[in-house]
């Protein structure tokens, strides 16, 4: 069996797209998760993807521009005939290959509950029918993702833009009642972002323009991938605590010190000089400067503020009552962690009986491969919890705002005094951000064939003759 194959791998996040080859460990490119739509004199339609192009286009401003994203709130594509035309954009002009030539291997996030039949469909429908590779792979993301990090249990915490994806594996099983989603990630912050400096560029310059509420898709598109993104890479942080309490200690901590210098005030008349002139130091207090470019202005906000904005993931609630605390971070992923240590049994027992993963799709055949070792043993909600801790993984490149790992931490130890707790963030921010198509990679490079899923043409057909029933037979004859 031929080890040194290359295959074409395709992450298509909802933010970003990254694709590459398989024996190549830098992508080729990394292009936005959407397009602008231009329509000319004619009424002919132009579609443009790429970073750099949508950028230049959607600072020309021009009224009848529209951009249109391809994947819905969930990760999912919805917009078929537009990823088509993506697709063929990446392999036409960045991976300069032809569909037909490379085996192809995608991601998909992992969802609560059984995969929709219809999005699988429709991926083969674009990778055979349409593309014509000669054979496919869909892998689970937060799996491969621990997989690729040695991992066959693990917790991925995945903070994306569309939300924050929370992932238990348990010995290669994605443990699918326990996946959790907040709906609170990039996109979110990038809300909250320019609705709170709009004010404060509409006081500082009469360009309302920025702030102007009549604002189309390609304002929103182009400030997003633009100066938000720079404020959000250098501005946010995270709070290593909950940020009332952080407030209330910091406050504590002032009165105690006014306290003293009364006191010393009272105790001698000399001292009262420099009680006067000391002060407590309230880091929450000190400034942060932010050059806006586009009207190349200072602003400037107190470090809490900065604070502010990555507290609402974890406490969405201090936005707006509509809101419930149920849906921040760490009640999330406590829920998920309980989850999985009251259903992992029940999902073995539903694993061995059917070897094919789940015993729902061939998605999860490769997790029930990996399984099949300890699958027979019962496992008790304390050893699950305990392996979950133990191997936190936090990806995704909402997760590279400052103090965001030890936040999690904080919020997991909240919930688990008794539990040791490990989490595994890589370093490498550029790693971080491409974290996925790195696992997608690791799934592709697997030493056999065998393990893998992979469809062809062939299978792809039977399935569609046997009503999506049968199980195709392995594919690496027809890729040799
Ligand atoms: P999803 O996981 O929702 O499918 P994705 O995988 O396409 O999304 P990621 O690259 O994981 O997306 O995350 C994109 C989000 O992270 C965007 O909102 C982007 O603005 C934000 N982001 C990128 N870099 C940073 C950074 N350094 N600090 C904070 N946020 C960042």
């Known amino acids: 069996m031929t080890l040194n194959r290359k295959c074409v791998v395709i992450h298509n996040g909802s933010h970003r797209t990254v694709a590459g080859f398989s024996n190549v460990e830098l992508p080729q490119c990394i292009i936005p998760s959407s397009y602008v739509k231009r329509t000319d004199d004619a009424g002919k339609a132009k579609f443009i993807f790429g970073t750099y192009d949508m950028i230049d286009t959607t600072a020309e401003k021009r009224s009848d521009d529209e951009v249109y994203t391809l994947m819905d709130s969930q990760g999912l594509p919805y917009n078929w005939e537009a990823l088509e035309l993506q697709w063929r954009y990446m392999y036409e002009t960045q991976l300069k290959v032809s569909p037909e030539e490379l085996p192809l291997v995608i991601t998909m996030p992992a969802t609560n509950g059984k995969p929709d039949m219809s999005i699988l469909e429709h991926y083969y429908e674009l990778a055979f ?49 326990a996946v959790v989603r907040s709906k609170f990630g990039g996109d979110f912050l990038d809300f909250q972002v320019h609705e709170k400096l709009a004010p404060m560029i509409k006081e500082e310059n009469d360009m309302e323009n920025m702030a102007d509420e009549g604002k189309n898709s390609t304002d929103v598109w182009h400030d997003a991938n633009t100066w938000i993104q720079q404020f959000k890479s250098t501005m946010l942080q995270v709070s290593e605590k909950d940020l009332i309490e952080l407030e209330r200690y910091y406050k504590e901590q002032a009165e105690i010190f006014a306290r003293q210098q009364e006191q010393l005030k009272q105790m001698d008349q000399q001292l009262q000089y420099t009680a006067l002139m000391g002060s407590p130091n309230n880091p929450l207090l000190q400034k942060k400067n932010f050059l806006f470019k586009p009207l190349n202005k200072t602003i400037t906000l107190d470090f809490k503020d900065c604070y ?56 999860h055949a490769t997790a029930g491969d990996n399984a099949n070792g300890s699958s027979s043993n019962n496992i008790s909600p304390e050893q699950v919890y305990s392996l979950l801790l133990t191997n936190i993984i936090i990806t995704g490149s909402s997760s590279l705002i400052e103090g965001m790992e030890q936040r999690i931490i ?33 799934m592709a490079n697997l030493p056999s064939w065998n393990l893998g899923k992979w469809y062809s043409k062939e299978d792809y057909e039977s399935l569609k003759r046997d009503g999506k029933q049968s199980q195709p037979a392995n594919a690496s004859a027809n890729t040799n």
């Open 129 to 177: 029918d349409k593309l014509k590779v000669p054979v496919f792979q869909i892998v689970i993301e937060p799996l491969a993702i621990a997989l690729s990090m040695g991992k066959s249990s693990a917790f991925v915490i995945d903070m994306g833009a569309s939300g924050c994806n929370v992932t238990p594996i348990i010995d290669g099983i994605v443990v699918k009642n």
């Open 308 to 363: 502010e904005f990555a507290e609402y993931l974890f406490k969405p609630q201090l936005i707006s009552d509509k809101f419930s605390p149920e849906d921040g971070l760490g009640p999330l992923m406590a829920k998920s962690v309980k989850k999985a240590g009251a259903s992992i049994n029940s999902m073995k027992a539903n694993t061995s009986a059917n070897p094919n993963g789940l015993g729902t799709s061939h998605m």
């Open 410 to 442: 904080k919020e997991l130890s909240i919930r688990f005094p008794q539990y040791k707790l490990t989490t595994f963030a890589n370093q490498v921010m550029m790693d971080r951000k491409i974290q996925g198509w790195l696992g997608a990679v690791t």
